[in-house]
């Protein structure tokens, strides 16, 4: 069997973030990419899942925190994946607010300030928020 060459690309434990610039309340987030764990990464990925929402988190799902309006200059996805309805975000694009519900994802273009704080959740069901970065590393700029 040959040697293997391509092993740097894998990154099997995600690195804890204590603190992201405009972001409030989670503690610490999982970073499973970026370009401090693969240097040729040009993108940044976190992840929040729950795996069975409680009827207490439910009620509380705003304490999950929220990311404050902010840019990036690079793009970014949101991704809500999870159970169909299970959670409900409120996206702010520019100066426009939506309401995205799982599973969904919103694009968000370089340098369109944006933000997400979670609306709604339903107990019993799966969801969670993907935020990829298309950069090597999560950087903001103040709106």
Excluded at 82 to 91: F, H, P, S
Aim: negative net charge; aromatic residues 6%.
């Amino acid at each position: 069997m040959s040697e293997k060459t391509n092993e740097r690309y894998i990154v099997r434990k995600p690195v804890p973030a204590s603190e992201l610039p405009h972001h409030e309340g989670l503690a610490t987030f999982p970073v499973l990419m970026s370009s401090a764990q693969v240097p040729e990464a040009d993108v940044w990925v976190t992840q929040l899942f729950v795996s069975n929402i409680s009827e207490s988190l439910a009620k509380g799902i705003r304490a999950l925190g929220q990311a404050n309006l902010h840019k990036h200059s690079a793009p970014e996805v949101y991704i809500i994946i999870g159970d169909e309805g299970a959670i409900t975000a409120e996206v702010t694009l520019g100066d426009e607010k939506y309401e995205v519900s799982s599973p969904g994802c919103v694009y968000v273009p370089a340098g369109l300030p944006h933000g997400i704080r979670p609306l709604r959740a339903e107990p019993g069901k799966a969801a969670g928020f993907i935020p990829v970065v298309l950069s090597g590393s999560y950087t903001t700029e103040d709106v």
